[in-house]
Antibody
């Protein structure tokens, strides 16, 4: 079955870059019927969609307005995975980060990674 | 503040029927379908209902969803102790061009 496996550090210093990767098995990051999302969850903000990447003859990326100036989501077709980079983090970026697949609706989530922003 | 509005808590006794509401606007629920997720403690959300009222394979028919205008509801009948979890609604928002979520409802089985 399709699985999403997340990896990346759980602790990031303020002003540095948060980097996470989501490895896909059982599906393709280049699928013409899926979009690959990053979503985070914190007690103060609940579930918050951050952005997505998808392939429809070419690659598209869309980001939430709240993080648009700081975020990059990149597909890696050679490793069948996609990544999240969030720059200039502050303690407010502390959250559980999830990668997720969307096919008209978000139907599959990664296991989640707690990322704490602290010095 | 979440874009979609849910009650923070709900409760019921085993066997009862409970409903959880989700209120949005014309740019999200009023324009697109609603999905519901169940989140057990310490785990990722799991798709429970999609396209307003469709259940993925493996989800018991005790769970049902509905939508009217800019609001949606999740109903759980024959409540069981294992249903104790957080429930989140979600919809695509055309104005924000992204997914929006409710703040989540913590369901307690008394």
């Amino acid at each position: 079955q399709v699985q999403l496996q997340q990896s990346g550090p759980g602790l990031v210093k303020p002003s540095q870059t948060l980097s996470l990767t989501c490895a896909i098995s059982g599906d393709s990051v280049s699928s013409n019927s899926a979009a690959w999302n990053w979503i985070r969850q914190s007690p103060s903000r609940g579930l918050e969609w951050l952005g997505r990447t998808y392939y429809r003859s070419k690659w598209y990326n869309y980001y939430a307005v709240s993080v648009k100036s700081r975020i990059t989501i990149n597909p890696d077709t050679s490793k069948n995975q996609f990544s999240l980079q969030l720059n200039s983090v502050t303690p407010e970026d502390t959250a559980v980060y999830y990668c997720a697949r969307g096919r008209g609706y978000v139907d599959l989530w990664g296991q989640g990674t707690l990322v704490t922003v602290s010095s | 503040q979440s874009v979609l509005t849910q009650p923070p808590s709900a409760s019921g006794t085993p066997g009862q029927r409970v409903t959880i509401s989700c209120s949005g606007s014309s740019s999200n629920i009023g324009r697109d379908t609603v999905n519901w997720y169940q989140q057990l403690p310490g785990t990722a959300p799991k798709l429970l209902i999609y396209s307003n009222n469709q259940r993925p394979s493996g989800v018991p028919d005790r769970f049902s969803g509905s939508k009217s205008g800019t609001s949606a509801s999740l109903a759980i009948s024959g409540l069981q102790s294992e249903d104790e979890a957080d429930y989140h609604c979600a919809a695509w928002d055309d104005s924000l061009n992204g997914w929006v979520f409710g703040g989540g409802t913590k369901l307690t089985v008394l």
